[in-house]
């Protein structure tokens, strides 16, 4: 690979950004977005690449409906549309930092609840993992920011809540 200094890269199991600041024969001197320096091998870098993601294919699905997926979290809830923000189930790329998988989930929920609004159906399913909470405590926060809806625990697995259920107030609810 041909590196130059001041490259913007990506380290192997890091987290962040990276700007080269010394090219060394087998090293490469980095630093963060915070000013931090770090040393890593030439193989444990690689540079980074704007994409279009409006370009990206999506497996064996309907373009039109790549944010959402069927998967109903109890037999109680097998009649609700549901949406799953995993990232992988969502298609983005491994290389987002964690803000940037973040921001995609929340855009994919707004672009759900206009969906169902407009398909007038009132009440759904959100599937956010259990994990640390960060995603489930930005939809809630969302939630009660805009109005119109609400939200409760639809899933528990071993003591935590996986997914939500959302219900909007047709007459009230006013799309993202």
Same mark, same amino acid.
């Given at each position: *690979? ?10 192997? /199991?890091?987290? &962040?950004?990276?700007?080269?600041? #010394? ?27 704007? =994409?279009?993601?409006?370009?990206? !294919?999506?497996?064996?699905?309907? $373009? ?11 037999? +109680? ?5 549901? =949406?799953?923000?995993?990232? #992988?189930?969502? &298609?983005? $790329?491994?290389?987002?930092? @964690? ?5 995609? %989930?929340?855009? @994919?929920?707004? /672009? ?10 009132? +009440? ?7 994990? #640390?909470? /960060?995603? !489930?405590?930005?939809?809630? %926060?969302?939630?009660?920011?805009? &109005?119109?809806?609400? *939200? ?13 259920? =959302?219900?909007?107030?047709?007459? @009230?609810? #006013?799309?993202?």
């Amino acid at each position: *690979m041909s590196w130059f200094v001041g490259q913007q890269v990506s380290v192997l /199991r890091e987290s &962040g950004i990276f700007t080269i600041q #010394e090219i060394r024969k087998t090293q490469l001197v980095l630093t963060d977005e915070n000013g931090f320096s770090y040393t890593y091998t030439h193989d444990l870098v690689v540079a980074r690449q704007a =994409i279009e993601v409006h370009k990206i !294919k999506y497996k064996d699905e309907n $373009p039109s409906s790549h944010t959402h997926r069927q998967k109903p979290s109890s037999a +109680k809830d097998n009649a609700l549309p549901s =949406i799953d923000l995993h990232a #992988e189930v969502l &298609g983005l $790329p491994l290389y987002y930092t @964690a803000h940037e998988v973040l921001c995609a %989930q929340i855009v @994919a929920f707004q /672009r759900y609840c206009n969906q169902q609004f407009y398909s007038r159906k009132a +009440k759904f399913l959100v599937i956010h993992g259990v994990g #640390e909470g /960060r995603l !489930k405590k930005e939809i809630k %926060q969302l939630v009660l920011s805009h &109005g119109g809806m609400s *939200m409760n625990d639809a899933q528990w697995s071993n003591g935590t809540v996986g997914a939500s259920r =959302i219900e909007l107030v047709m007459s @009230a609810f #006013e799309p993202f």
